[in-house]
């Protein structure tokens, strides 16, 4: 999705408590079974070692996970105090370190007044929002339109490169809830104990785990909050949410996902055959999130509706020398590129969205959001038709960055074929008229040719083949294609 999240898990039995407020995979004992805490969410599952203590009446020991406490954040508490003690006694909510610097990602580091600025911290938001109006304005690469007014033609004549801003949602066919849905409304149809992928602002830690139903509480706690707290990768799909919303008809009209794979709940996830989860995402976001400069995964294109609240887009265009600025800054080490704002590197862009607003990002655009209000977005990805050079383009690009599993298209090259084998055989439509053949047609079958036939490719490893190769559908016919299209090619190679 637009704004992505990560959850790393390791093994966990029994962690009795000790005298310490925190202890490493080596220091904890285990017996199996058995949770540490009470009302544990992990029970028999997979969850992170680290635990925390409360110094509260109760003493009892908890995952910080389930008490949404990150590692990091736990260094920078005084007196913890779980939800039970505070409820009970006089104890109060928990107690932080008193901070000695607001930007950096560590607010107790010493001697931090000459190193730089970090991402998403207090100062790092105080100095964006002074410095909004010195962004360009987004004028050139941004078409203002009505929803009545984009369809399938107008989409494959204008290519899709420029962003599409839809102030109402009316024309559209985009299906959306009632307008008094909220937090607390995605908690009651999920299920409020519902674990999700959390990122705690002010660190930009993405190993938070939260439920529902904490989210819910800590959206409903007064202002200022102790932490920003943002959940940007709960995908809905295969849920009972799902009937409530539906991407704009031109988006589903578009989408590879939605054309070539069926809804099929026998299929697990990890199935190539099983159908991508990607298509809708609900995004909850309180005040001062931020996510920094990321591409969505594989190059795809995004549809982004803002049901409550703001967001503000820092927006770069997918030029050549951007990108390959961009793959830079991805290469940084993590102090270097969390102190380097990579719009000041490149031409940037600044994009508010308001509630109602609707808009359609084409594919490789560079981006990084902030929320100045508290905000419930639904939005979704999509490969398609008009973009495959630049989805093979990210696709290659994170290969190179070894960008982790969980952070790719699922089943990228399944798709692919599925859509390659179709736009090949609407070639067919105009083996007699070549003249006839529409270009965007004629670029997607080739740029597809030209990447797929690399599985035969001494330049892909073999593990890589292998890969590619375990994700084709039983029905994919690969050689037949690839003869079909080369023929296609010359045939279509003759007109001028």
């Known amino acids: 999705m637009i704004e992505s999240a990560l959850n790393v898990n390791v093994p966990i039995k029994d962690l009795s408590p000790?005298?310490?407020?925190?202890?490493?995979?080596?220091?904890?004992?285990?017996?199996?079974?058995?949770?540490?805490?009470?009302?544990?969410?992990?029970?028999g599952s997979e969850v992170p070692y680290f635990q925390i203590g409360c110094d509260g009446p109760c003493k009892k020991w908890y995952h910080g996970s389930c008490v949404c406490v990150t590692e990091m954040q736990a260094e920078l508490i005084s007196k913890f105090h779980c939800e039970a003690c505070q409820k009970s006694s006089a104890v109060g909510p928990s107690i932080r370190k008193k901070k000695l610097n607001n930007h950096r990602h560590n607010y107790l580091e010493k001697n931090a007044e000459d190193k730089p600025t970090q991402t998403g911290t207090a100062k790092f938001l105080q100095e964006l929002k002074e410095r909004d109006a010195k962004f360009k304005p987004l004028t050139d690469a941004v078409e203002t339109m009505r929803g009545r007014d984009i369809d399938i033609d107008y989409m494959r004549e204008c290519g899709f490169k420029k962003l599409i801003l839809i102030e109402e949602k009316s024309g559209l066919d985009i299906i959306l809830p009632d307008e008094n849905f909220?937090?607390?409304n995605v908690a009651e149809i999920l299920g409020a104990d519902k674990v999700v992928s959390a990122i705690d602002v002010e660190s930009q830690e993405e190993n938070l785990v939260v439920t529902l139903g904490q989210f819910v509480k800590y959206m409903d706690s007064p202002q200022p909050r102790d932490t920003t707290i943002n959940i940007i990768s709960l995908e809905f799909s295969k849920s009972a949410m799902s009937k409530l919303v539906e991407p704009p008809l031109v988006v589903r009209t578009l989408s590879w996902v939605d054309q070539y794979f069926q809804d099929d709940e026998e299929e697990p996830p990890e199935s190539p055959y099983a159908k991508p989860e990607v298509q809708k995402y609900c995004l909850m976001s309180p005040e001062n999130s931020f996510t920094d400069f990321h591409i969505d995964f594989g190059g795809t294109s995004v549809w982004y509706h803002i049901f409550k609240g703001r967001k503000i887009f820092y927006l770069i265009p997918p030029t050549d020398e951007n990108l390959m600025k961009y793959e830079m800054w991805m290469r940084s080490p993590p102090a270097e590129q969390s102190s380097t704002f990579l719009g000041d590197k490149c031409d940037c862009y600044r994009l508010e969205l308001k509630e109602g607003n609707t808009i359609l990002m084409p594919s490789?655009?560079?981006?990084?959001?902030l929320t100045p209000q508290d905000s419930l977005v639904f939005g979704g990805n999509f490969l398609h038709d008009l973009a495959v050079e630049y989805q093979f383009k990210i696709n290659?690009?994170?290969d190179?960055?070894?960008?982790?599993e969980r952070y790719r298209f699922p089943h990228f090259y399944?798709?692919?074929?599925?859509?390659f084998q179709d736009l090949v055989s609407r070639l067919e439509d105009f083996r007699d008229h070549p003249k006839d053949a529409p270009k965007w047609l004629l670029k997607a079958v080739s740029t597809l040719y030209n990447t797929l036939q690399?599985?035969?490719s001494d330049s892909v490893s073999q593990e890589e083949l292998k890969r590619r190769k375990d994700e084709l559908t039983p029905h994919a016919d690969v050689s037949g294609t690839?003869?079909?299209?080369?023929?296609?090619?010359?045939?279509f190679a003759t007109v001028k």
């Not at 490789?364 to 959001?369: L, S, T």
């Not at 399944?414 to 859509?419: H, L, M, P, R, Y």
């Not at 690839?482 to 045939?491: A, C, D, G, I």
């Open 18 to 43: 000790a005298p310490t407020k925190q202890r490493s995979k080596s220091e904890v004992p285990r017996t199996p079974e058995v949770a540490c805490c009470e009302g544990c969410l992990f029970v």
């Open 182 to 184: 909220g937090y607390h």
């Open 364 to 369: 490789g655009w560079i981006h990084a959001v």
């Open 396 to 398: 290659q690009m994170e």
């Open 400 to 404: 190179r960055l070894e960008t982790p």
């Open 414 to 419: 399944t798709v692919c074929w599925e859509a």
């Open 454 to 456: 690399e599985n035969s």
């Open 482 to 491: 690839l003869k079909k299209t080369r023929e296609f090619m010359k045939l």
